[in-house]
């Protein structure tokens, strides 16, 4: 039976959707046979992309939800209630990815991705549990690579993405027994317009030319289905890289390495063992 058989008038509510990941996650599961909910902090975003979704026949709502505001998760999770009767899948899309190190990370900034990429997936994993808890639902937050492969100038997203990976984790083992899984998706390097944003304002305007083994919202959306189907039933408390296997092969020596030739870390390279030119003291 085709996966969208089985999975159609089931419900699903993404944040961040109104662009990047977030819409090729809504994407995929329209395509297999959700009924989705688009979220984004950015309204105009998540209508426009909810109606791309409706002029196509698939079932969307598209709603205003900044994750960070728990009233706000109140009224996204009663709507989708109003409208399908309750919530079968949750994900925990939105996300920002600032630079910084622990020395010029400050508080504001700490603050602000820490609410935004670990608050907010509790905030919503909180708001929706109980239609989770009745519908043997599945959440499915969205991490990174980096989660458990750190890079230096990515402090507060890694230590946000790291946190995000416990609390998968602790959330699989508070709700079994209850129906409900809980995986992290941990997408390799996406082209997106968010990432697009932050390679400008790095100096490079150009990306993603010249990089490859990218991982695509397709990809992610492709995971995602996997997680809320009958053969990702079983699969609970897990992080599911997207990265082509470049996670398997990183080390200290590479994801230290200048940024140019971390880029092309990206590349088929010939022994990508090689270690830097100049040894680090
Ligand atoms: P993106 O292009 O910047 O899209 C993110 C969306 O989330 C935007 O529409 C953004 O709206 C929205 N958003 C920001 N703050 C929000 C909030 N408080 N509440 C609700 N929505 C909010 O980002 P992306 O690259 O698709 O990334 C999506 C997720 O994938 C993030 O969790 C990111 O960490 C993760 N990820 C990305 C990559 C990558 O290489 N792109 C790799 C691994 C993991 P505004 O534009 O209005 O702020």
């Known amino acids: 039976m085709p996966i969208g058989q089985h999975l159609f008038r089931s419900t699903a509510l993404v944040t961040g959707a109104g662009r990047g990941i977030g819409l090729g996650i809504a994407t995929a599961l329209a395509k297999a046979g959700f009924q989705v909910a688009l979220t984004d902090i950015d309204e105009d975003s998540a ?11 698939y079932p969307t709502l598209a709603m205003k939800l900044d994750v960070t505001q728990a009233d706000a998760w ?19 899309n939105a996300g920002i990815s600032p630079r910084g190190t622990i020395e010029s990370t400050d508080e504001a900034l700490w603050d602000r991705t820490l609410a935004i990429n670990l608050k907010g997936p ?15 639902g599945t959440i499915v937050n969205i991490g990174s690579t980096r989660a458990t492969r ?10 946000s993405k790291a946190g995000l990976l416990g609390l998968t984790r602790q959330v699989a083992v508070e709700t079994l027994g209850q129906g409900v899984t809980c995986n992290m998706v941990a997408p390799g390097w996406v082209d997106t317009p ?18 490859s083994n990218l991982t695509t919202p397709e990809d992610v959306g492709g995971a995602v289905v996997f997680l809320a189907s009958p053969a990702g039933r079983k699969v609970n408390g897990i992080i599911l890289y997207l990265d082509s296997g470049l996670h398997v092969a990183d080390d200290a020596g590479m994801v230290y390495l200048p940024d140019e030739q971390s880029v092309r870390y990206h590349q088929p390279i010939a022994n990508p063992f090689t270690p830097p030119s100049e040894p680090r003291s």
């Open 47 to 57: 209508a426009r992309s909810a109606s791309l979704l409706g002029d196509q026949g």
């Open 74 to 92: 109140a009224h996204a999770v009663g709507e989708v209630t109003a409208r399908w009767g309750g919530l079968d899948l949750l994900v925990n």
């Open 122 to 136: 509790w905030l919503g994993i909180k708001a929706s549990l109980p239609s989770l808890q009745r519908r043997q």
């Open 150 to 159: 750190p890079m230096p100038g990515l402090f507060s997203y890694v230590t």
């Open 194 to 211: 968010g990432e697009r944003l932050i390679q400008a304002e790095q100096g490079r305007p150009d990306f993603p030319q010249g990089v």
